[in-house]
């Protein structure tokens, strides 16, 4: 026999009465949503209504409990700006080949760095390679990746970023080395921050979801960027994987409070 449903509690939303019918649903119990004046009554059986209220006030506890769902600021592609990188590369590259002297100008030393003050190599350095196959490959990869900060960044923010990553990884990577006659090219420190800056901004968003799920995903760049220059040779040959490292540390530690920063502007 069907017991009377008698008023149980109302409700100003749609959405919220329907949520705390299923509260009800989920005590197999019977329960009738109707429309009155300025909201929604839910109706319940009687010889349960103090029991469904009960419910219904632990249901409303355990929502007040759950985390705000973190949000992630969504940019532009920055595509524009990522051609104009590569149009500045290329331009490094003719000048490169056609005065021998243009290399040497700007390439990083630890020599000419700290014993001569000479701080823009490590950043000028960023935008010379050895040859059409070293540009092609860092063009490639800080493409796909710069895109993929700016729209985590914004583009000017983001490439902003990327740059100085690789700026403040080849300068660090510069003292380590010292006094030793070391000298490096080309921009993949600055892929590789950018690779930093996609994981500080992934573990600021576990953070705030308070996620360890989302913690392990932020590392996918990471994963994907190890990945990447495998195929060239980590450790091989003309390759300078402390600047990777260095360049990737920088990229971290800039990422984390700008992301931070950005998701409480948006929030």
């Known amino acids: 026999m069907t017991q009377e449903l008698v008023p149980v509690a109302r409700f100003e939303g ?3 009465a329907q949520e705390n019918a299923l ?3 989920a005590m197999n119990l019977d329960c009738l949503i109707t429309v009155v004046e300025g909201g ?3 109706h ?4 349960f209504v103090e029991a469904i209220r009960e419910e219904f006030s632990l249901y409303a506890e355990e929502q007040k409990m759950k985390p705000t769902p973190a949000t992630v600021p969504i940019f532009g592609s920055g595509v524009d700006l990522a051609l104009v990188w590569i149009g500045v590369l290329l331009f490094c590259f003719t000048q490169q080949l056609q005065d021998d002297s243009f290399k040497e100008r700007y390439l990083d030393s630890a020599v000419r760095v700290v014993e001569h003050g000479e701080v823009y190599r490590p950043f000028t350095a960023l935008f010379l390679h050895a040859d059409m196959e070293h540009l092609m490959g860092n063009a490639v990869f800080g493409l796909i990746f710069g895109i993929f900060v700016a729209n985590s960044f914004g583009p000017l923010r983001g490439w902003g970023l990327i740059l100085l990553s690789g700026f403040l990884g080849n300068l660090l990577n510069t003292w380590i080395h ?3 006659p070391y000298r490096s090219l ?3 420190t ?3 921050g950018a690779l930093g800056l996609l994981v500080g901004s992934g573990l600021d968003a576990a953070w705030r979801a308070k996620s360890y799920r989302k913690g392990l995903q932020a590392f996918a760049p990471l994963l994907a960027g190890i990945m990447i220059f495998t195929m060239n040779g980590i450790g091989g040959p003309g390759i300078d994987t402390l600047a990777h490292i260095t360049g ?3 990229g971290i530690l800039l990422g984390l409070p700008v992301a931070h920063l950005l998701a409480r502007k948006v929030t």
Request: aromatic letters at 20%.
């Open 14 to 16: 749609l959405r919220e």
């Open 178 to 180: 010292f006094p030793d």
């Open 190 to 192: 600055a892929v590789f």
């Open 186 to 188: 080309g921009a993949s």
């Open 40 to 42: 929604y009554v839910i």
């Open 248 to 250: 990737m540390f920088f």
């Open 44 to 47: 319940g059986e009687e010889a």
């Open 23 to 25: 509260v009800v649903l």
